[in-house]
Nanobody, 124 residues
Framework: QVQLVESGGGLVQPGGSLRLSCAAS????????MGWYRQAPGKQRELVAK???????NYADSVKDRFTISRDNAKNTVYLQMNSLKPEDTAVYYC??????????????????WGQGTQVTVSS
């Protein structure tokens, strides 16, 4: 079974940095896009950044020039480097794989997968 495991969240002071990682494990043949979303209390989940298998990226306006997304296709892992963090970046961050082609209990399938989420808190 395919699983996404996130790591790297925590508490950081304003202006600080964190690096999130998300590794997809299981029998995986290919992954289209990998991305990071976040959800703050009382708010809808929103896209933070996404990267395609070819390396094309897009970012939310609120994080441009502060966050950088990257991926290691050989390791099926996506990273989010977050710099100059602000209190408004506080949220649960979720990893998502779009169009992951992998083995499931029903045979090979293409579907989307979500990670379990990791808390990022920016506070002094």
């Amino acid at each position: 079974q395919v699983q996404l495991v996130e790591s790297g969240g925590g508490l950081v002071q304003p202006g600080g940095s964190l690096r999130l990682s998300c590794a997809a494990s299981g029998s995986i043949f290919s992954i289209n896009a990998m991305g990071w979303y976040r959800q703050a209390p009382g708010k809808q989940r929103e896209l933070v950044a996404k990267i395609t298998s070819g390396g094309s990226t897009n970012y939310a306006d609120s994080v441009k020039d502060r966050f950088t997304i990257s991926r290691d296709n050989a390791k099926n892992t996506v990273y989010l480097q977050m710099n100059s963090l602000k209190p408004e970046d506080t949220a649960v961050y979720y990893c998502k794989c779009d169009g992951l082609y992998g083995q499931t209990s029903a045979g090979p399938r293409v579907r989307d997968y979500w990670g379990q989420g990791t808390q990022v808190t920016v506070s002094s």
